[in-house]
């Protein structure tokens, strides 16, 4: 099937087998392997992305659905963000990085794509609310302290700016 | 090796990490990133039955299929396969099963390779799989340790089910237990866990020529390419092994895995080169899995609660093969039963068992969580019965910080400790005696949301591990690590490792080492690690050993390259070597510290080497290997606060403090996120996480949304503080932080939820405690039906 899909602000045209997954599609067609594969059954929220500004699970998902979407991969954010090429950081990458919100990595392009989503929809949440919005995304390394105190962090730092 | 450096600016700061700047942009190299020209894909067809024959294969379909470039089977490569390695016989009987890679003529558990499709892409191998027709004579499974070792059941090797029996004594145990005051026995069940790293495993095999590359996710480069080379018989130095990023590892990226060989030997026959790429399904039944043991344990103990003696009896469950290191992880525990106290007698047993499930081995701990946990527990069961605080009881016991280095029952020497400044600073942090006034109150009140209080006071053994130890363990290698510097002509210095760090922040950590150990900035260091051609020699990383026993290499190496600078500067000063200090990271005269030279200004006087002392080689490179001679003993106090719906049986931890002992610390940032992972870990086995099998063998938490990881929606915020006491054996006085948490906070959530449950008559609730067995472990106290 023929789909247009913009990705981090690339228009692609491409023929693509309609069963296709989107993270497939993303890694494998339009080369953005910053959106890892973490699961077969859409708990582990590694492949987090944004579809028209909101977060969704890229392996739950066909490319054909994707079909005149707007994707934000992690690779993406930045610049969707900024409004510029190199984008920089976005607040939550810088605020993960400060706070030692990650160790080995995987989790993290969607644990930041979830929490884009999040503090779009709720710029002040709490940390239960933190807690409870990033509860498909799961992390096997930092046991989530520093993932939320980074949400947290980045939120405030959105509120300032 | 006793005396402590001085440490310089860098090392105990919290050093925000070098490895983010790619993990937080999606740059990261993982394994199932990398694609090559021609790549083809492999996927695995897995037996669908614990136990069975497999009378046919045919793959003739399959092999026909549109894409597909060849299929496999365990006829096919019986003859080059060889068996899987385990390198840790512990015994001189020890029953060690041929295990191919891929099955012949018999699997012996869900999950085992029965067949390999070879194909252009992984939608095209998936599909051809579907295609092979297996049959199958189904045998029966054997699920439970204790009837597998019973005459009679079927066997699953020829040899039997049992593996091996190990044993450990020390002190007369018949006296200890002889006329005691008190003895408790109790059985507790340690359950079968899946590692879950978040990255699932990938490989990449690239032949060139007769030479072959492999990238695979693996915590264990160097070790995997001696295997390979052991197993195939391919040349060592044939083989080049690159661990690129790897997403977490927690002991199930320890392992010489039946993909990685058949991967090379398929890259071989097709000359071309392949990759594998798991899903999460199928790593759960294929991923070495851990703990799974029967804990029986007796203790023995004065009026006054003094332990007399310990007595331990395991089975410890091999799964369907040894694999790496499976017989040796439950012996770790050994040396750990024991823990923080002294008694006066000990003795440890414990039997290996087949079953006909996926094989274990190390997780996370590997043997000193389930010792650690079986041992607060009864401590804290003997305390009940005596009617004496936990704390109290423990401090009657554990080893006074005026006795180290203090020799234990099971034979290890605790260089360092201090546990009562530890367990003061904990019960600081957590109010101990508030929360102990306000459970009683809620016992009084008759609440039905009752407040438990558990305690662990832990010890583990780190920085595995001294080579001539390992050798009194028959296990197959050594436990040194290796480093070396190359000094830049600009300055900058790349640090080798054979550290293989998956997460843990060594190019931070090991820059700031080197830092402070040449005097040079921070981000002038490059750590180069995982690969065999770059960081040739090196054992890798687990078992909480990469910082003192790496890290240690790295000073050593250090030390070397001041040496050699040394010379270079008593030349270019016209002073004599011995005038030269060390001093604010450069070479400076003593005396007149105005006469100095930099690293990077002696580095340039060598790489030019216009003018260097007769015999003085152009360079300031050094290599160094550092094997310890001791292993480091890291100890904590962690308190866990939990309200219990004893309608519902919900568990909810209210408040958790965790205060270690980990010697010096490089880095609290990386130190801190470190326990906060090793802490949910361990809470995941006490509340949320379990293998579970049904009665035909099959693997019913197969998927994420069965085997029940954490959210951060399922924990609390941590209190996390440290005390400090240096390690003896090593350099930079630390002792490792991998695995604290993992190995301190199960028996403390378990321990909190019996002690809220105590006044109904509960003294134990299996793992996971799930609401569901907490409502039946209080409904059953009660006198209700199970």
Known sequence: MRITVNVDGVRYDDDVEPRLLLVHYLREHAGRTGTPVGCD???????????????????????????????????????????????????????????????????????????????????????????????????????????VKAVLKAANQEVKA | ?????????????????????????????????????????????????????????????????????????????????????????VSEDMVLPDHPAMAVDTVRYGGEIVAAVVARDRYAAADALELIDVEYEELPPVLDMEEAIKPGTTKIHDQGNKSYTWELANGDLGQAFNDAPVVLERTYRQQRLIPEAMEPRSVVCAPVGDEYTMWSATQIPHILRLMLAMVTGIPEHSLRVIAPDVGGGFGSKLQVTAEEI?????????????????????????????????????????????????????????????????????????????????????????????????????????????????????????????GVDPLELRERNWIKHDEFPYDTISGLTYDSGNYEAATARARDLFNYQDLRKEQSERISADSPVRLGIGVSTYTEMCGLAPSRVLGSLSYGAGGWENASVRMLPTGKVEVVTGSSAHGQGHETAWSQIVADQLGVAFEDVKVLHGDTQVSPKGLDTYGSRSLTVGGTAIVLACGKVREKARAIAAHMLEVSVEDLEWTEGRWAVRGDPDQGKTLAEITLAAFAAHDLPDGVEPSLDSDATFDPENFSFPHGTHLCAVDVDTETGKVKIRSYVAVDDIGHVVNPLIVDGQVHGGLAQGIAQALYEEAAYDDSGNLITASLADYLVPSAADLPSFITDRTETPSTGNPLGVKGVGEAGTIASTPAVVNAIIDALRPFGVTDVEMPCTPERVWRAINEAKGGAK
């Open chain 2, 262 to 386: 058949l991967s090379l030997l398929i890259a071989r026959r097709l000359g071309r080169p392949v990759k594998w790429t798991e899903s999460r399904s199928e790593g759960n039944v294929a991923v070495h899995h851990g703990r799974d043991q029967i804990q029986r344990i007796r203790i023995a103990a004065d009026a006054d609660g003094r332990i007399r003696g310990l007595d331990v009896n395991l089975l410890a469950d091999m799964g369907a093969y040894l694999m790496l290191v499976t017989p040796g992880v439950p012996l770790l525990g050994a040396f750990m039963f024991n823990a923080i106290y002294k008694m006066d007698a000990y003795r440890f047993n414990c039997t290996g068992v087949f079953t006909t499930k996926t094989p274990t081995d190390a997780y996370r701990g590997a043997g000193r969580p389930e010792a650690t946990y079986a041992i607060e527990h009864v401590m804290d069961d003997l305390a009940a019965h005596l």
């Open chain 1, 41 to 147: 059954t859409s708990n582990c929220g590694a492949c987090t992305v944004l579809l028209n500004g909101t977060s969704v699970k890229s392996c739950s998902m066909l490319a054909v659905q994707a079909d005149g979407a707007e994707v934000t991969t992690i690779q993406g954010l930045a610049a969707t963000a900024n409004g510029t090429a190199d984008g920089g950081l976005h607040p939550l990458q810088r605020a993960f990085h400060e706070e030692h919100a990650l160790q080995c990595g995987y989790c993290t392009p969607g644990m930041i794509m979830a929490a884009a989503d999040l503090l779009k929809d709720n710029p002040h949440p709490t940390e239960e609310e933190v807690r409870d919005g990033l509860e498909g995304n799961l992390c096997r390394c930092t046991g989530y302290q520093n993932i």
């Open chain 2, 1 to 89: 090796m006793t005396a402590i450096q001085e440490t310089g600016n860098e090392v105990g700061k919290a050093r925000v990490r070098k490895e983010d700047a790619r993990l937080i942009t999606g740059q990261t190299n993982w394994t199932d990133n990398i694609t090559l020209p021609g790549l083809a894909h492999i996927a695995f067809l897995r037996s669908p039955h614990a136990h069975a024959r497999i009378t046919s294969v045919d793959a003739h379909e399959a092999r026909n299929a549109s894409g597909v470039f060849a299929v496999l089977t365990g006829q096919d490569l019986r003859d080059e396969q060889g068996s899987l390695p385990c390198a840790w016989p």
